[in-house]
Nanobody, 123 residues
């Protein structure tokens, strides 16, 4: 089963940018659809973005569409989340997740999860 480690979180002012990275190890990375999810204190886990195994298909939550971009590099076993025009409501722990096969926004279908990285956006 693939193992995932996120990095790149931090504190940023509203309107700023961050790029999150997720490194996969073990398993065949290119077999997995990769998703980003987030969870703010006291709130349920929320879908952010997902990318197909090939990188050819992406899907975003309405709340981040036009501001966030998901991408992947299968040669480096990496998936990225470029976050621009950040808002205070984007503050959360962001986690990457891997799912065998097709993309989905349903977190229940993802078998492997990273430990998460904190993103804090100040107003």
């Amino acid at each position: 089963q693939v193992q995932l480690v996120e990095s790149g979180g931090g504190l940023v002012q509203a309107g700023g940018s961050l790029r999150l990275s997720c490194l996969a190890s073990r398993g065949t990375f290119s077999n997995y659809a990769m998703g980003w999810f987030r969870q703010a204190p006291g709130k349920e886990r929320e879908f952010v973005a997902v990318i197909s195994w090939s990188g050819g298909t992406t899907y975003y939550a309405d709340s981040v569409k036009g501001r966030f971009t998901i991408s992947r590099n299968n040669a480096k076993n990496m998936v990225y989340l470029q976050m621009n025009s950040l808002k205070p409501e984007d503050t959360a722990v962001y986690s990457c997740a891997a799912k065998w096969g097709s993309i989905t926004s349903n977190w229940n279908e993802y078998a492997s999860w990273g430990q998460g990285t904190q993103v804090t956006v100040s107003s």
